[in-house]
């Protein structure tokens, strides 16, 4: 489908949104465009689909795909988009995603799709001969939208974001800060992340984690049908009536997998005012906040959305962050419950009324390029403050990012859709500072931080925070559903031609 989005978390205080807070809301997934994680009034006039002319096709038993090298010269001649080679003068540029970590991989050429006929001409031209990989946001945590000696199909030209009464339909390329800017203008909300250079794509397939989910879901629950184009270059639309296993999988089975998007629909809901927060607490606090932070987010009604952030030091930081679907003398109180029991006085406290608009930009911190590595956790049932707080202390530059779940993400049935954590709590990411100097280094202190979550209680793990090192991924992302997501790939994908690291396989 496509990759998933990345990008440091976006800490708002009021004052001074860094990244490190929010990342997480965004929620972006496995390999390929991150289609794939870092908003005006009034309602718009329906728009027509730039695709409504592309002849559709059904799904049908997929041959063995060729071997031997791809005809690129062929290939240039069918995009309308263009293709670049290594050596050509835009091609260094064109091959960087979000994260600089990955800048030394070398794909053996970048296509930019502009038409969903391009897309299908790359998958036809390369399908079987080399790894193949879709990127919009560019986010993925692994890299996966960058494969060395690989195809790229860069599908940021497919940006359109058309609402068309209640729905949007948003082309796989666009990013959340043009969605959220057109939702806002036409008086219309989605649920989704904060990192407004995250595409919609990645967030979307790997769920939607983001700010306003206890209230109104993932960015997934609210998806009604997504064009995709699959391993044999058929473009289909998936909906709950047709491709309804594709569909399924669609949603929370991770970009990467299955095939790529092109454009998705989505259901929305009517903007609402909401109220946004930060706390910060003083030093030595953290395990406090943490105990009394995992028993009032369960208690809270859905209208109200917290993560809780760990900043790794001595002594560990700790802050809590949110928004509320309602006005600010209901969220004071709401607030006052958490600093009593956690017997903690903020050090410094904001409380603000914006529009939704508004409200995702309070979140959405710097768009500019990050070096990190990622992994996440997810907790389920409230687990050892002091242990959690514990595998923070003396790591600078590293943030444990928790975000509230439960309320309309809890409601479908676990298996309902790919996304398996109904029942969580929350997730945990963890997001830590990393050079090419330092990466070895990086990534061993989040494999002890990582296991040292899950010796606490908190297992699992989010797929749009993929780590290429969390063991037994595959039951940590998908849990039961893993099998079914393995017969869709059967189904649609059996030659595993849209492979990576950890994709999917029949």
Sequence with gaps: MTGQPTGRPHVHDGMDLGRRAFLRLAGVSAAGAVVAACGPDGPAAPAASSEASVPETSAAPISRPPTGPPNWDDLRTKLAGGLLRPGDDEYDAAKRGFNPLFDGRNPVAVATASTPQDVQACVQATAGRLTLAARSGGH????????????????????????????????????????????????????????????IAGLTLGGGIGVLARKYGLTCDHLSSARVVTADGKLLTASATSEPDLFWALRGGGGGNF??????????????????????????????????????????????????????????????????VGNAPALNTLLNNLTTNAGARPTQRTVKSLDFLGAMKFFEGSSARQTFLGSSRIITTPVDAGKIVALAEGRAGTDLLIDGLGGKVAEP???????????????????????????????KSVAEVVAGLAAAGAGGGYVNYIDPGLPDWKAAYYGDNAKRLQDVAKKYDPFNVFRFGQSVVA
């Design 140 to 199: 993925s945590y692994a890299g996966y939208s960058a494969p060395e000696g690989g195809l790229v199909v860069d599908l940021s030209a497919l940006k359109k974001v058309e609402i068309q009464g209640t729905q949007a339909v948003i082309g796989a390329g666009a990013k959340l800060a043009d969605v959220y800017a057109a939702l806002g203008a036409a008086g219309r909300a989605l649920p989704a992340g904060s990192c407004p250079t995250v595409g």
């Design 259 to 324: 095939g790529i998007v092109t454009e998705f629909t989505f259901d929305t809901d009517p903007a609402p005012n909401l109220t946004v927060f930060s706390l910060h607490f003083p030093a030595g606090s953290a395990a406090n906040v943490l105990n009394a932070w995992q028993q009032w987010i369960a208690a809270m009604p859905p209208e109200l959305w917290a993560n809780l952030v760990l900043s790794g030091g001595s002594p560990v930081q700790c802050r809590v962050s949110g928004c509320y």
């Design 413 to 443: 049935a676990k298996n309902a859709t790919a996304f398996w954590h109904r029942d969580a709590l929350a997730s945990v990411q963890v997001y830590t500072q990393a050079t090419a100097k330092t990466r070895a280094k990086a990534a």
